[in-house]
């Protein structure tokens, strides 16, 4: 793949992805480079503590092989570390999508591009929380 890697002629300079996972949403952008990540002004060791998020975070850009011709820069918000991950590793697969159409297939076909749409649950009143209810007393 990574001679296919290389973006098409005439195209822009700086690419952008949105990427969403429970919570969480992460705005990356993509830019010609040495292959520097900062991940809301932190490398990805620092950000990504533990070694799982991180490997999840930067996959794309290792199953693509671009990781020394890109730049990314990252901004995180909202949910916790897991899912912050999950929103970079969509947010890059879209951004990588932009910069070379050609890695749009190999990323579909590998889940990079697909929404996990799986949400929190909403507490529903008169109960404890969103399944769980208060103790039932028969007498």
Do not use: C, H
Not at 29 to 36: A, C, P
Not at 89 to 112: H, Q, T
Not at 121 to 136: I, N, S
């Amino acid at each position: 793949m990574s001679s296919s890697a290389q973006p098409l002629e005439g195209a822009k300079q700086r690419f952008y992805g949105t990427g969403r996972r429970k919570e969480s949403v992460a705005r990356v952008f993509l830019t010609f480079g040495s292959g520097q990540i900062t991940i809301n002004g932190r490398t990805p060791d620092e950000y990504f503590r533990n070694v799982t998020w991180r490997n999840r975070a930067v996959e794309p850009m290792k199953f693509t092989e671009t990781a020394g011709s890109v730049d990314i820069v990252a901004t995180v918000k909202g949910g916790g570390v897991g899912g912050q991950s999950g929103a970079v590793r969509m947010g890059l697969s879209r951004a990588l999508s932009l910069f070379n159409p050609e890695l749009r297939a190999g990323l579909r076909k590998n889940g990079f591009l697909t929404r996990d749409s799986r949400m929190k649950e909403r507490k529903k009143y008169g109960q404890k929380g969103a399944r769980k209810r208060f103790q039932f007393s028969k007498r």
